[in-house]
């Protein structure tokens, strides 16, 4: 299987503007072989059209269905040459891929909840800070009040937000740093892949540490 860069972490985003340029550099590094595509059902099904459709140019997609009562397996992804984990509640992946590990020379690409649950230290959600105020807008809590940040699969040392200027979560990602919550982090637009430091798409990351003001990341021009 190939080995590359990344992971490959995604913002968010359904405009073909924000999901081609965010995806092709995964599906590249997967060097043609087959991608499993790990969705979470909440109880009204999964759309696999729409993520098999993110994946273009991929040879072959493998869905993967888990749901409350049916966390990852190993099986679940043998033989692949990438792990593709998408959108939905945060919590909930993080619950259900808890204690699994990326085999080696396996590429991973998150997708918002995926891109979260990537980090040592993962934020799940929340909207509170420890005194009960609003760090975020209420509707990016996914379903949790105050901030919470579990153990994560470990593949980046730093936490993640996703949808930062869509949702307004850049202000949670600052409040996690500055209460200890985790050391750093990146909060990524819609429209944004982080990999390997560098930003690629049209949307931008926000750099977030403990030592320094927060930094705004946009790809370069060639």
Do not use: K, N
Request: glycine fraction near 16%.
């Amino acid at each position: 299987m190939p080995s590359s860069g990344g992971p490959f972490l995604i913002g968010g985003g359904r405009e073909p503007e924000q999901v081609l340029p965010t995806h092709r550099p995964f599906v590249a590094a997967c060097g043609g072989g087959p991608i499993a595509l790990v969705m979470v059902d909440e109880g009204g099904g999964v759309d696999v059209e729409r993520w098999t459709a993110a994946l273009d140019g991929a040879a072959e997609v493998r869905p993967v269905v888990l749901a409350a009562d049916r966390p990852i397996a190993g099986d679940d992804v043998a033989g692949v040459a990438g792990v593709y984990v998408v959108a939905g509640l945060t919590p909930l992946y993080a619950e259900l891929l808890a204690g699994w590990a990326l085999p080696a020379g396996v590429v991973y690409a998150g997708f918002s909840a995926g891109a979260a649950v990537a980090a040592d230290r993962a934020i799940v959600g929340g909207w509170q800070d420890a005194q009960g105020g609003a760090v975020c807008p209420d509707e990016a809590g996914e379903d949790l009040d105050p901030v919470t940040v579990v153990p994560g699969l470990g593949l980046v040392d730093f936490a993640v937000d996703v949808h930062a200027a869509q949702w307004g979560t850049l202000g949670r990602l600052v409040h996690a740093v500055e209460a200890g919550l985790v050391v750093e982090g990146w909060a990524l637009d819609e429209g944004a892949l982080l990999v390997d430091g560098r930003v690629i798409g049209p949307g931008a990351a926000w750099h977030v540490t403990g030592h320094a003001p927060v930094r705004r990341v946009t790809e370069l021009s060639a």
